[in-house]
């Protein structure tokens, strides 16, 4: 039989279930459970910082702009990786928002006077 001992979150002592023996770190109320899993996601994350799925799809979708003498970026669409955003979300939804962002990008160069 597993001893008692202090939940790792609030402290208060607790005798862990005989199943879960000394795997179990928390009284068991759910508040505590909760933040224990919180604490063990936080230390995965800290652990693989590199795994981040999303980041990693940005990082891959967004590219350096091509350079352009008058420092400013003459096209900021071109800074998308639009052949990886067909391969990761399907060709027709990558061409509405490519098409959505040249007419958007259009729509402000009218906008603004010369
Ligand atoms: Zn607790």
Request: aromatic content about 6%; proline content about 9%; hydrophobic content about 30%.
């Amino acid at each position: 039989m597993a001893r008692s001992r202090p939940c790792g979150v609030c402290s208060k002592w607790f005798r862990p279930n005989l199943r879960q023996g000394n795997r179990q770190h928390t009284c068991g109320g759910p508040g505590c459970r909760r933040e224990w899993h919180r604490r063990a996601c936080a230390r995965w994350h800290a652990k693989n910082p590199d795994y981040d799925p999303h980041t990693r799809l940005v990082n891959r979708l967004v590219k350096d702009a091509p350079p352009n003498p008058r420092g400013r970026q003459s096209d900021p669409l071109a800074t998308i990786n639009w052949a990886l955003a067909r391969d990761e979300i399907g060709l027709k939804i990558s061409v509405l928002i490519e098409e959505t962002g040249k007419v958007l990008l259009q729509w402000v160069r009218d906008a603004i006077p010369a």
